[in-house]
């Protein structure tokens, strides 16, 4: 009696100890199961920003518009100055910059931006590339939000640059109180299309030191990319090379410029931009555009 006793406890023991493990293999399970989902859900944007500094719409007027370095930008996330401009939406695994008309814009600019700008050497903006070097961007973003004007047509933003830079013996030679260039190259989100504007020489015969000058250069007459992008993602590539320029867009179309303006350009450094530079003042005006995708090769 005493044996049988015995050994049905042990057997209830052994029973006991059986389910534990079974519903601890069930909770470690379930815990698994719910890390996974969660990893599948909160995505991250492809983007290193070891080499890119950020402009945003707060500071103190002209000029006075704050910049985030690298490495203070890697933070961006817990940045309690850049939380509202520049964050990260980890249900669709975008990076977010966000530019309304504020009195903080750059020194050269009437316009708010939240914007990248490219930094070869980490913190350093004084040095560039060449055409002759070269240089390749590729981005995947989005319009994700934006206002519309008094006639109901959406505000412009301008999504990716190339900007020109002066070296500081070019600012020198004339007498330029700072390195500004001009931008050879604006991407548009404009009502849904994509819009590309380059420069060209007002003086196609203006002297080497002559085409220094800011004033030497004006727009050319833009050029519309038959796709409309709307509010979806679109793949944007930029290829810049000695005496070449070609802008695609969805691997589908391209604008090619090869012409005596972009080999003439050879002579600036410059620098990628990419973001928000929203293009508007008017009250209440705002908009987000979400980066996916965003990388730089030279």
């Known amino acids: 009696m005493k044996f049988l006793a015995a050994f049905l406890i042990l057997f209830l023991t052994v029973l006991t100890n059986c389910r534990s493990q079974d519903d601890m293999a069930l909770l470690d399970e379930d815990r ?5 989902l969660r990893k599948k859900r909160y ?15 707060e500071g103190q007027g002209k000029g006075g518009a704050i910049s985030v370095e690298p490495p203070e ?30 009195t903080a814009t750059t020194a050269n600019t009437k316009y708010s931006r939240s914007e990248l700008r490219e930094q070869m050497e980490a913190g350093n903006d004084n040095v560039n590339w060449t055409f002759a070097q070269g240089g390749t ?22 999504i990716l640059q190339i900007h020109g830079r002066l070296t500081n013996e070019q600012r020198n030679l004339i007498g330029q109180k700072d390195n500004n260039a001009p931008p050879i190259l604006k991407v548009y989100w404009h009502n849904g299309k994509i819009r590309v504007k380059t420069k060209v020489l007002r003086y196609p015969g203006v002297s080497q030191e002559g085409i220094l000058h800011e004033e030497a250069w004006t727009d050319d007459e833009g050029h519309t990319f038959e796709e409309e992008v709307g509010f979806g993602k679109f793949n944007i590539e930029i290829k810049a090379s000695d005496g070449k320029l070609v802008v695609v867009l969805n691997k589908n179309e391209f604008a090619v410029y090869d012409d005596v303006n972009i080999k003439r350009w050879g002579i600036f450094e410059n620098y990628f931009k990419a973001g928000n530079y929203f293009q508007s003042r008017d009250e209440g005006s705002y908009a987000k555009v979400k980066f996916y995708e965003l990388s730089v090769e030279h």
């Open 32 to 36: 698994v199961e719910t890390e996974d």
């Open 137 to 158: 961007l590729k981005a995947k973003l989005a319009m994700d939000e934006v206002t519309k004007d008094d006639e109901g047509k959406y505000h412009k933003v301008i």
């Open 73 to 102: 930008i890697l933070d961006y996330g817990t940045n309690e100055t850049l939380k509202p401009y520049m964050y990260n939406d980890s249900t669709s695994g975008a990076l977010v910059f966000y530019a309304y008309p504020t």
């Open 43 to 57: 995505k991250l944007p492809k983007i290193d920003l070891s080499h890119w500094k950020v402009t945003i719409p």
